[in-house]
């Protein structure tokens, strides 16, 4: 009967240590997976040493409002902060050359793949695109509108009109866009018609109102910009008008103070399906229309 007795007790005192076994591995489990997978794209089971990255972006973006937009909700989900320094594309890439940006947001490809194959980039992930478009005054003094031309064939009639153009002239996506435009048309602009500003698009758009010109904007900051100007979008569906953004990590191997970790996680985020479908979204609420197209290719 002893002998029954003992078993019987060491079984139990199995059963409870298995038992608890079994709580102390699921209580472990559902922490576990609760700080994992957010299923949002998020990353707060990443223990950053620090949180802050610098980004060195384009005006184009910045302008549209699509930052200011979309970086709360990415400090909601992930715990990073980003300070944002907005220039042209030209700037933004030298800044990140300088050692003086973690990552960058541009929109030129030529430029985004010789910083990459130099070594300052680690790789160039195509995100998301919109569309250039040429804005001017509402008679259209070089008659473009609908008039089936494509946007290097309106711009050569800006030449051959000596109609007021005014151009980024300041090395950003937009203007390397504009130049190629203008080679393509086979005009070298120059004259009292053609205004090199050196300004952001912001600031374009705003002497192009103000001097009744024209401009080559992207679609996104004119929108968002349109209220407070007199133009309006002249020339849109062109085929040599789309707009492409690429995000690009600063390589720790040229810049050893590249907050690696971050980046990693902030471009995870910036891909992953909740931050793409906010950007699909963005716009359509206020201007009716989406600014920004995603194009991610997971």
């Known amino acids: 009967m002893s002998r029954l007795l003992s078993s019987k007790g060491l079984l139990k005192r199995a059963s409870i240590i298995f038992l ?3 709580l102390v591995f699921s209580v472990s489990a559902c922490s576990t997976n609760g700080s994992n997978q957010q299923g949002d794209g998020s990353e707060r ?3 950053l040493e620090d949180y802050s990255i610098t980004l060195s972006t384009t005006t184009s973006v910045n302008d549209s409002g699509l930052l200011e937009y979309l970086l709360p909700v990415l400090k909601e989900d992930t715990g990073i902060e980003v300070d944002v320094l907005s220039q042209g594309t030209g700037q933004a890439i030298q800044t990140a050359v300088d050692g003086n ?3 960058i947001l541009v929109h030129a490809k030529a430029a985004e793949e ?3 194959n130099d070594g300052y980039g680690v790789e160039r992930i195509e995100f998301m695109y919109n569309y250039f478009v040429i804005v001017g ?3 259209d003094p070089s008659s473009i509108s609908d008039s089936g031309l494509s946007a290097s064939e309106a711009l050569g009639k800006f030449f051959e009109d000596e109609n007021i153009f005014v151009s980024r002239g ?5 203007h390397k866009k504009e130049l190629s435009l203008w080679s393509a048309s086979g005009v070298d602009p120059s004259g009292e018609w053609y205004v090199s500003a050196g300004r952001g698009m912001g600031d374009v758009l705003v002497m192009a109102s103000e001097m009744q010109g024209y401009a080559l904007t992207d679609k996104a900051t ?3 910009m349109k209220d407070q100007l007199d133009l309006e979008i002249l020339l849109e569906e062109s085929e040599d008008l789309k707009n492409q953004y690429s995000v690009i990590e600063v390589s720790s ?3 050893p103070d590249t907050n690696t970790e971050a980046v990693e996680v902030f471009i995870k985020w910036l891909t992953s399906d909740k931050a793409l479908q906010l950007i699909d979204e963005y716009g359509i609420s206020e201007y009716g229309e989406p600014l920004f197209f995603s194009n991610y290719e997971k």
Do not use: W
Request: aromatic share 12%.
């Open 20 to 22: 608890v076994f079994l």
């Open 45 to 47: 089971s990443v223990e």
């Open 101 to 103: 940006a973690d990552v």
């Open 114 to 116: 010789e910083f990459v």
């Open 137 to 139: 005054p509402k008679d």
């Open 170 to 174: 300041d090395d950003s996506g937009t």
């Open 222 to 224: 004119f929108l968002s």
């Open 253 to 255: 191997q040229a810049h």
